[in-house]
Nanobody, 122 residues
Framework: VQLQAFGGGLVQPGGSLRLSCAIS????????IGWFRQAPGTERGGVAC????????YYSQGAKDRFTVSRDNAKNTVWLQMNAVKPEDTALYYC????????????????WGQGTQVTVSS
């Protein structure tokens, strides 16, 4: 079982970035997939989550109206489209799976990817 998040990088404020989470070793059909982020000196916090069938989406207050989470179970892949990024979005972004419904409690997620760095700076 492996998750690999990629697509991070340096982006200017107001720009866009698309993160991907490739999942291998199991089928994700019955899993909620969450995106979390962690900046230095802070706790890991939830950003977005999509339920197992891709029909429901959840966003943190900071991500709402700017980020979009999507998934393709056939491709075992989840994406996080980040628009209108801000310097405070700078963090290490992780994807994680949960064999249940979405929430933003990191401790309740079963498997994590290694993280991809997003830096928002001019």
């Amino acid at each position: 079982v492996q998750l690999q998040a990629f697509g991070g990088g340096l982006v200017q404020p107001g720009g866009s970035l698309r993160l991907s989470c490739a999942i291998s070793g199991f089928r994700v059909d019955h899993y909620a997939i969450g995106w979390f982020r962690q900046a230095p000196g802070t706790e890991r916090g939830g950003v977005a989550c999509v339920n197992e069938d891709g029909g429901r989406f959840y966003y943190s207050q900071g991500a709402k109206d700017r980020f979009t989470v999507s998934r393709d179970n056939a491709k075992n892949t989840v994406w996080l489209q980040m628009n209108a990024v801000k310097p405070e979005d700078t963090a290490l972004y992780y994807c994680a799976v949960r064999y249940s419904t979405c929430n933003f409690r990191a401790a309740q997620y079963d498997t994590w990817g290694q993280g991809t760095q997003v830096t928002v700076s001019s």
